[in-house]
T-cell receptor, first 112, second 115 residues
Framework: GDSVTQMEGPVTLSEEAFLTINCTYT??????LFWYVQYPGEGLQLLLK?????DKGSNKGFEATYRKETTSFHLEKGSVQVSDSAVYFC???????????FGAGTRLFVKA | NAGVTQTPKFRILKIGQSMTLQCTQD?????MYWYRQDPGMGLKLIYY???????DKGEVPNGYNVSRSTTEDFPLRLELAAPSQTSVYFC??????????????FGPGTRLTVT
């Protein structure tokens, strides 16, 4: 079946460091890929998405590229801030469908 | 728009008690979902609804029931609470139309402890 695997956390970085959170997926078809972010005490909210191979999603300085050949959708940011401290979830969903499969989440701590 | 709202924010139940978690969305989304999030884990789908009057089981439905009498509301019922139901519960909604599916919008969650 379909699945999403994320790197285990927590990830601890200093402010202005470069961030990469790895995400790989297994899919029977051609899904859309998402990154959601969960700030402390809140629900998940969409950070960015990509709907087909080679698409790049971007938002708030974060980027991720849909790589079909490596079945990956790694999240990157060039310079993290303390306010980026949160849990990040990689997810997939099929166009025309509705079920979203989430990874286990990766907690990010950013120190000042 | 308030988005997706959930009540209560926190609740402690004794084993065997029952309760209903409320969820309301004001975005006119046709699809609604209930997830649970256990510590250090991803989200598991409990139940979902594709429209008023239509519900179906997700990955972990045992011990829960739902109803969807209106587009806006999607309550989750726990009948006989068990310690294994201690979790954070999230309600979500999305708009699905034909070949297009869109992101899910989440409520702030209900933290439930069963002792």
């Amino acid at each position: 079946g379909d699945s999403v695997t994320q790197m285990e956390g927590p990830v601890t970085l200093s402010e202005e460091a470069f961030l990469t959170i790895n995400c790989t997926y297994t899919a029977t078809g051609y899904p859309s890929l998402f990154w959601y972010v969960q700030y402390p005490g809140e629900g998940l909210q969409l950070l960015l998405k990509a709907t087909k191979a080679d698409d790049k999603g971007s938002n708030k300085g974060f980027e991720a590229t849909y790589r079909k050949e490596t079945t990956s959708f790694h999240l990157e940011k060039g310079s993290v801030q303390v306010s980026d401290s949160a849990v990040y979830f990689c997810a997939l969903s099929y166009t025309g469908g509705f079920k979203t499969i989430f990874g286990a989440g990766t907690r990010l701590f950013v120190k000042a | 728009n308030a988005g997706v709202t959930q009540t209560p924010k926190f609740r402690i139940l004794k084993i065997g008690q029952s309760m209903t978690l409320q969820c309301t969305q004001d975005m006119n989304h046709n699809y609604m979902y209930w997830y649970r999030q256990d510590p250090g884990m991803g989200l598991k789908l409990i139940y979902y609804s594709v429209g008023a009057g239509i519900t179906d089981k997700g990955e972990v439905p045992n011990g829960y029931n739902v109803s969807r009498s209106t587009t806006e509301d999607f309550p989750l019922r726990l009948e006989l609470a068990a310690p294994s139901q201690t979790s954070v519960y999230f309600c979500a909604s999305s708009y699905v139309a034909g070949a297009n599916s869109y992101e899910q919008y989440f409520g702030p969650g209900t933290r439930l402890t069963v002792t």
